[in-house]
């Protein structure tokens, strides 16, 4: 036996096996639930996961109606509202999963909202290292956004998503037909990440959400079943080519650096959709200013924010030094620095000459911005 | 616009790129940890997470020499012992990274025995859906075991480790010399895994084991060094072929369906190793009794863990019944039927003849085995 005073061992760990998931955008899709869940993620048994609210609506519904087609399935509820997204009521979720023995030859299903998704995925993410996933959602937000991608989580007192992990899920099931029961507010909220996704990758999808605004602020009609099997789409096309967040991306957080920071300064009081559709604003009047974006482009995003009934400025007054600062708390900011994702033109992104999805601009030019979005008092937000 | 009643979108999600890591089993590497981290973890700054023993014993030395090198770094302590593994030490230590702004950028680094690699691996894995991260192993079991192969978690009151993630390392960096100052009972507690390992793959392994059992005992010398290096490459071989615990790994749980059954039965208060040892014998012993294990394995086992100093019977008059309920809660029973790891010989688990890598024992089988643990007293262990 020799004395060799450092040896190492390699450990080469193969990849993970593609994970491939279907989208399933159906009307009524919720009532062939059973059917559906024992074909693409067959189990010995279902936890589904909702808020008070969706639970009534929808979750002892869904639940019975697995029961009656001869599956096991127990329904799960948590508080709420953001505030129940928090690493207590994750902990409170865990715990309840385990004392009912969901293990790894479970499934869990997220069925509600954002938070709903958001919070169930991580609890299906943490549980025994990875149980298998399944999406429901119920708001337009959660369908053409937070059911996307794999991304699971919940805030902390130092900000939101800070804790939480990527779980892809084995399928996602929208069912258009739910919307019906939801409020305009939250129609709206959702409506700004289409446009979103419209303005960074397809400027027919623009223009379509601005001709059919009226089927997506009464939450019903094949117009918006479209709408969202397009938006799906393009957050799909990103996701797949970027599922751990380290590049491309990026360009999903189109109007998010000030939105977060108006989220921020109104203490999370400003729903979200409504703090994108004025950080998306701001972005094109930033990229404007600095020769970046075709002009005109953030007037024509005003039009299609206006036809949804969506804000293109904020509700009260606030000071560009002060989101200048929540803008800097942004964790998606590289090293310190505050960075915007801009467009070239509504429908393309614009990239830097580096390569990269993001730019930074000079304070000058994010206050001629923010002073943009109400020409009326330049200076004052 | 057609009015199609179901329409699906599939995501295809690249394969995440091969991990790839190096364990470095070298005398002396907690002095050049700087230069090594620089090199093969280069980041804007390290967060080092020890119990308060181990921080008083290398971690405060670490960061110094971490910052002496011009590298940023700070430490952050959790509490000592099991009893710290859980989920309120790691949201509180969550939020301390989060206080400190460690993010994306930043490198997570766990310096100590399993609860810490196990702690700051986890908030390495939910920090900002995953921080990357470095395993700096200071007890034996940590070094041949805990370390190797990804798993990170917390326990519940619902059993151990049932809430977690899988995150390989970015490297692991084993300092022999720090185990001159593991008290003997932590020495032994990770030989038993040692043990496991020439048990389930290599016979000359655990002869080595056997004639170097002072070495071992003693916590220092370089056929303790060649020992480890032979352990690690053991278990790196097993989780580099199953990362994420769907088959093969399971040979890894040799010994410890009963263990963890001592362990849930005694309270925790028979270390790890030492029901892990118990465990194996009685594995052998019913391995024997079901005509699939080589006559004589367990007696040769308890000769080698008794050269340890390892126990091959329980401390305490345990009934079979009880044992065997315990061990129906393993988390590793597929659907609530108990299963075992057996072995062929020493050196080589046996497979049962429909693939897979565990055997389901009638209650006879495993009452005769746990009768012959403690042969002057059978039907009571």
Redesign the interface.
């Known amino acids: 036996?020799?004395?060799?005073?450092?040896?190492?061992?390699?450990?080469?760990?193969?990849?993970?096996?593609?994970?491939?998931?279907?989208?399933?955008?159906?009307?009524?899709?919720l009532e062939r639930l059973p059917a559906l869940l024992a074909e693409r993620a067959p189990a010995?048994s279902y936890a589904v996961i909702s808020d008070a609210n969706v639970a009534r609506l929808y979750g002892t519904a869904v639940v019975e109606r697995l029961q009656s087609a001869g599956l096991s399935a127990r329904l799960f509820i948590h508080g709420v509202g953001d505030a129940a997204k928090t690493?207590e009521s994750w902990?409170a979720l865990?715990?309840e999963l385990?004392?009912a023995r969901v293990?790894r030859?479970r499934r869990v299903v997220g069925l509600g909202g954002g938070v709903s998704g958001d919070l169930a995925g991580f609890a299906a993410?943490?549980?025994?290292?990875?149980v298998a996933f399944v999406q429901v959602p119920t708001s337009l937000l959660a369908m053409v956004d937070a059911s996307?991608g794999?991304?699971?989580?919940v805030n902390?007192?130092?900000?939101k998503?800070?804790?939480?992990?990527?779980l892809?899920p084995r399928l996602v099931a929208i069912d258009p037909q739910v919307l019906r029961t939801l409020p305009e507010q939250e129609l709206r909220s959702g409506a700004a990440e289409m446009v979103k996704h419209g303005a960074i990758r397809d400027v027919r999808h623009l223009e379509q959400l601005r001709d059919d605004a009226a089927a997506v602020r009464q939450g019903h009609g094949?117009?918006l079943?479209?709408l969202i099997?397009a938006s799906?789409?393009i957050k799909?096309a990103v996701?797949?080519?970027d599922?751990?967040?380290s590049g491309e991306r990026a360009v999903l957080n189109f109007g998010h650096t000030v939105g977060h920071a108006l989220e921020l300064l109104t203490d999370y009081r400003l729903p979200h959709g409504y703090a994108v559709a004025i950080g998306m604003v701001a972005a094109a009047h930033a990229g404007e200013a600095a020769s970046i974006t075709e002009p005109g482009t953030a007037r024509a995003l005003r039009e299609t924010l206006a036809a949804l009934a969506l804000p293109s400025s904020p509700p009260m007054p606030l000071s560009a030094d002060a989101l200048l600062a929540a803008a800097g708390t942004d964790?998606k900011g590289?090293?310190g620095r505050t960075r915007y994702v801009l467009l070239r033109r509504l429908g393309e992104v614009a990239q830097p000459p580096d390569g990269g999805w993001t730019f930074e601009l000079s304070d000058d030019i994010v206050r001629q911005a923010l002073a943009a979005l109400r020409p009326a008092a330049a200076g004052q937000l």
Do not use: C, W
Not at 3 to 19: E, G, K, L, R
Not at 125 to 130: E, F, I, K, V, Y
Not at 156 to 159: E, F, N, R, V
């Open positions: 036996m020799n004395d060799a005073p450092s040896t190492s061992i390699h450990i080469a760990v193969p990849p993970s096996p593609a994970a491939a998931y279907d989208v399933i955008v159906e009307p009524g899709v010995a690493i902990s865990a715990d385990l004392a293990g030859d993410a943490t549980l025994q290292r990875g996307i794999g991304k699971t989580g902390t007192k130092h900000g998503n800070l804790v939480g992990a990527f892809q094949a117009a079943h479209q099997l799906v789409a799909a996701v797949a080519r599922p751990l967040e964790k590289r090293r």
